[in-house]
Nanobody, 115 residues
């Protein structure tokens, strides 16, 4: 079973940047499209960015132009570069496969955007 470990969260002011990482155990990572999700307090989990095995990306309208998803298959690691952060980006961010998540969920990374 693949294990996912997210890191890189923290407290940042509006307009700031953070880079999240998701380390996956096992070589199966390179065989799967991956996605970043987020869940704000009191809201449902939403998928914000996806990346295929070939590197094609897609973004939710709310983060388009500000977030960049990337992957390093040699390191079994997924990244999310988040720029120009807004208070509404505050959430727990998690990685998994697109469409609801096939792997067991990790603990997530808390991102708090506040002045």
């Amino acid at each position: 079973q693949v294990q996912l470990v997210e890191s890189g969260g923290g407290l940042v002011q509006p307009g700031g940047s953070l880079r999240l990482s998701c380390a996956a155990s096992g070589s199966i990572f390179s065989l799967n499209a991956m996605a970043w999700y987020r869940q704000a307090p009191g809201k449902q989990r939403e998928m914000v960015a996806t990346i295929t095995t070939g590197g094609s990306t897609n973004y939710a309208d709310s983060v388009k132009g500000r977030f960049t998803i990337s992957r390093d298959n040699a390191k079994n690691t997924l990244y999310l570069q988040m720029n120009n952060l807004k208070t509404e980006d505050t959430a727990v961010y998690s990685c998994n496969t697109p469409g609801g998540g096939y792997f067991r969920w990790g603990q997530g990374a808390q991102v708090t955007v506040s002045s």
